[in-house]
């Protein structure tokens, strides 16, 4: 009965009829009566007063019925218990040490299961492939790459291990998630017997550490040997084409997918509809897919809500927000930042109003990264007061809170704002990134504040706790060359560690034609044809250069040579939001 998982029918048959019998402590039977009771949950006192019937009887001396007891313990969330029953065991066998360990394993007490190991490999004990293998899962878990080294050590040493798929899968895992993928993929072409979990696990591993390539490309190698892929390895492999927005393979995929029947399963259609959303120019399949499935979960409901957000077309991705609420699911902080992510790229603020509206009616204002796409959105939609009282009113403030404040305050050309923020933010222990410098940066340029970024940018290329990237010179030097400093700007560029952008040598360019450096207007505007040949808007800097200059055979020598190319200059547009 009990292998037949009927739990409550065997412990009513002891009740009723075996223990008024005078069976309640045969040994045969004590046993799968102690499982019962353990994977029925609900009877932890029963298991107590079974675990006395042992004492009594005398039964409990018994290793099969100790380690029975161990487990209902293990099960009954009491890991104390099962130790006291362990250490005062007169005789203990491997499963008695499997079991401890299992149980502390279980329970969260990952440190005790790696004593315990330790401590039954000293005792002499005859280790199992399984038990390696759960104990080097553990060290993945928790990242004890030593240990799990140390263990892998063990495994070599002792010989019999080498050839088990379960132990070598293990390790494999355990070097993919300690970020040590060569290893790992050496450990993996070693295996004599690779199955389909090995093969997932491997794949599992290029694609966390972002190898997406090497993923897909062991995919294809999986096929090749004749390992037919699992629901699961399909799923991971989405993933990877979802981020490299590989349509064909994912098309293949899901081709795959059909023919083995496991289009209908429920992940992999997460997975699928993730991958076409991914993919902007793929929305009617997954569209499609999203029609089709039975269940629409949360994740589902995102998934498609955000593929339209990404792909400009907010109207319809409000139309699912109202229905998926229509139909009772609760969107979670993944549906709303993607909603109000778009209404901050296409500056809709009626549509952002309403959605912070809901946020405030379901009470995930508190979401730190919620409130942040909050202020994102007002900042960038002309409200840098509504964006101020969202970061005044969050009861918790990450790095992102603030660079999403400064941000907007120099975005509006309120430097002086933004530089005070900095100071607040470095005083209240908060440590600003890249991405908070490059804020600042763009604050005083819209500011034309060039002592203070001077200042700042001399700091923290003296500190060096910050890898200034390309966009942090850019910024610099178009405020250098805005403000006149063309000498000092030219230095930057010149002693940059990187290749100056386009975008540098161009708005260097425009500061030199505001204050009459024609000469060097001339030459910089050279260097941009010299990187970007196709690049209309270049030559036509050119030429206005040449006119400014008096050069007026040069311009026209600049516009022949675009003419002869097929070059035009595009024009740009606006948009306005109508208030009704």
Known sequence: MVSKHFYEQTLHLYKQELHPSGL????????????????????????????????????????????????????????????????????????????????????????????????????????????????????????????????????????????????????????????????????????????????????????DSQNYDTGIDLFRAMQREGVKPTRVTLTIVLLACAELRDLRNGKAIHGYAYCCGFDFDHHLSAALMHMYCECTEALHPARIIFERSKVKDVVIWSSIIRGYSQSGDLSEAMKLFSRMRLERIEPNSVTLLAILSSCTRQSFLSHGLGVHCYIMKAGLNFDVSIGNALMNMYSKCGSITSSHQIFNEMAARDFVSWTTLISGYGFHGHGEEALQLFLEMQESGVEPDAITVLAILSACNHAGLVKEAETLFNNVMKEKKIALAIEHYACYVDLLGKSGKIEDACKVVSTMPMKPSTRILSSLVSACRIHGRLEVAEMLAHQLIEAEPENAANYTLLSMVCSESGNWLGAEEVWRVMRAKGLSKSYGFSRIENEY
């Open 24 to 207: 309640y402590s045969n040994t045969a039977i004590l046993p799968s009566v102690i499982k019962a009771c353990a994977y029925a949950q609900t009877h932890q006192h029963f298991g107590l007063q079974l675990h006395c019937t042992a004492l009594k009887s005398g039964s409990d001396a018994d290793p099969v019925i100790s380690n029975s007891l161990i487990s209902m313990y293990a099960k009954f969330s009491k890991p104390e218990s099962a130790y006291q029953l362990f250490d005062e065991m007169p005789y203990r066998d491997t499963i008695s040490w499997n079991s401890i360990i299992n149980c502390f394993t279980q329970n969260g007490f990952y440190v005790r299961s790696l004593e315990m190991f330790r401590e039954m490999y000293l005792c002499g004990f005859v280790l199992r492939a399984e038990l390696f293998a759960g104990i080097i899962s553990l060290c993945s878990q928790i990242g004890e790459l030593e240990v799990g080294r140390q263990i892998h050590a063990l495994v070599i040493v002792d010989g019999s291990f080498e050839e088990s798929v379960f132990v070598s899968t293990a390790l494999l895992d355990l070097y993919s998630k300690c970020r040590h993928l060569l290893i790992a993929l050496r450990v993996f072409e070693q295996m004599v017997i690779r199955n389909e979990v090995s093969w997932t696990a491997m794949i599992s591993g290029c694609i």
